[in-house]
């Protein structure tokens, strides 16, 4: 009697259904809560006992025939993505920087789950920058050893890393560590075990991954699972803004769609009606920082940067602008002489001669070019870091001969990127004040004569440059403002850094 056997050869897979759903790992807690409304506006949500807390359960079916989901610890979303266990994932950049998987891309930032990695010590120890400059080691604790390693390596010290999967905050309290690193959204727990936040090593906010084996080998269905996020957020990104208040992704047009010409010229208008909506508030500040000078200032960044100043302490000071060049990498020192030196090796190619000559009736004539005694630079700060912002328009501005170089930069919570002020100190920069926004523009055009320390900080400038399509829309409303009522000509601000000429003094000198 013959025996039947059964068929041990794989069968080659011919559709997606065939091979199974694809899997989307979903980290639990806070996040999973975020980002649950881009999942059903992307026609991706999970079976209602995904979210509860009592079900036993870790996979879920969706809306989405071909997608199930897992419900998995934050920290091994990128282990299951990275292994080929899911296929798609979300997870932190928090835990991207530290495991730094090759196998995963990450094309998508949700915007959700805002928060930073932080470095924190006892509230009862001074804090002192110039005393890490002296440190050759230091204990801290944390669940980010690589990230804690590559942060205190960049300053020249060797972490000595605790390492801890959670209550972090008892370790300095217990003796394990002197500092702690860790992820921190209010603050709130630091402060209820007698903690301070001291430093702020990266902001994070949460990533839509893939794998990228299984993006080549089923790029459609992956495709269509990434075009369901971006179009979720697109459509309705309030969802995606409520953790952490805005929604990063890039808006695509077709050309073959039907509706193509009317969204271009919505797009192409959109920043200008945005503009109208803010000129009577720009108008109002302008006019009391004309009144008022410096208290206006201090008032307006208490407001709008949550950062509490005197006059006295509107500009950076050389001991904090030196602090900030120590805290940055000697390879980042080293890119940035890199790149200044291009920069001022381009510009002295550009200076013009001075012409002067006879003419055939005996009368000489010339032209002579003069440098402007004063020029004034507005960086955006507040979203990103732009060293490079600082370089192309400071360096230019030197080559010309300008002696007094001020530049404005916005510091949100009083927090800059060092990186920035390097740039400044590299590019020869005069004067930095922490203010941004319409009223920092403003103050370039206000004239006050003392100039000393803790006087008026408000002062008389003969060009301003700066700024990109990066600058919000209320430093770009002022100049528009100024273009009004000013004498001067003046440029928008475009792809690169440009010049807007609007001086108080009417000068025709260039």
């Known amino acids: 009697m013959t025996v039947p056997q059964p ?5 080659r897979s011919s559709g997606a259904q065939e091979r199974g759903p694809l899997v989307l790992a979903l980290p639990k807690g806070r996040i999973l809560k975020a980002v649950t409304p881009l999942l059903d506006k992307a026609g991706m949500a999970p079976s209602p006992d995904c979210l509860g807390d009592d079900s036993r359960k870790l996979r879920f079916p969706t809306q989405n025939p071909n997608l199930d989901v897992v419900r998995v610890r934050s920290f091994d979303v990128a282990t299951f993505v990275a292994s080929g266990g899911a296929h798609v994932g979300i997870c932190g950049a928090d835990v991207l920087m530290e495991f730094d998987y090759p196998e995963i891309y990450a094309p998508l930032d949700l915007g959700i789950g805002g928060c930073r ?14 005393e890490w400059a002296r440190w050759s080691e230091v204990r801290v604790a944390t669940k980010y050893p690589a990230i804690t390693r590559r942060f205190f390596a960049a300053r020249g010290i060797n972490a000595n890393i605790v390492h801890l999967h959670g209550a972090m905050e008892l370790a300095p309290m217990l003796g394990l560590s002197r500092l702690i690193v860790d992820l921190v959204d209010t603050g709130s727990t630091l402060r209820a075990n007698g903690l301070r936040e001291v430093e702020t090593i990266t902001p994070i906010t949460s990533r839509l991954i893939v794998n990228r084996t299984a993006l080549k080998t089923r790029p459609e269905e992956i495709g269509a699972i990434i075009n369901g996020f971006r179009s979720a957020m697109e459509a309705a990104p309030s969802a995606a803004q409520k953790d952490q208040g805005r929604a990063v992704f890039m808006k695509r047009l077709d050309t073959r769609d039907p509706g193509f010409e009317a969204s271009f010229a919505s797009l192409l208008t959109a920043r200008e009606e945005q503009g109208q909506e803010v000129h009577k508030p720009v108008a109002e500040i302008l006019a009391s920082v004309r009144r008022d000078g410096d208290a206006t200032l201090c008032a307006l960044t208490e407001k709008f940067d949550r950062l509490p100043l005197t006059p006295a302490q509107l500009a950076f ?7 900030a060049c120590t805290q940055v990498s000697p390879e980042l020192m080293a890119a940035l002489d890199v790149a200044a030196t291009r920069i001022e090796s381009f510009h002295k190619a550009q200076m013009p001669s001075n012409v002067r000559y006879t003419d055939d009736v005996g009368m000489t004539l010339g032209m002579r070019w003069i440098a402007l005694d004063a020029v004034g630079l507005y960086v955006p700060g507040g979203k990103a870091a732009y060293p490079s912002s600082v370089l192309m328009n400071a360096i230019p501005a ?4 300008v002696q007094r170089l001020a530049m404005c930069v916005p510091t949100p919570d009083g927090v800059i990127n060092p990186l920035v002020l390097a740039a400044a100190h590299r590019a020869g920069v005069t004067e930095i004040y922490r203010i941004g926004g319409a009223q920092a523009v403003r103050g370039y055009g206000v004239w006050h004569t003392d100039h000393s320390p803790g006087g008026p900080h408000c002062w008389p400038r ?9 600058a919000g829309i209320w430093p770009c409303r002022h100049r528009q403002h100024c273009r009004s009522v000013r004498r001067g000509g003046d440029c928008r601000f475009g792809h ?4 807007d000429c609007a001086g108080s003094t009417g000068s025709g000198r260039a």
């Open 117 to 130: 990695v932080s470095v924190a010590q006892p509230a009862s120890l001074p804090h002192d920058p110039q």
């Open 398 to 401: 030197r080559v010309a001969g």
């Open 317 to 323: 000071t050389a001991d904090e602008i030196a602090k």
């Open 496 to 499: 690169r850094p440009t010049p």
């Open 462 to 470: 003969q060009r301003l440059c700066g700024g990109s399509q990066t």
């Open 7 to 11: 068929d041990l050869q794989p069968k």
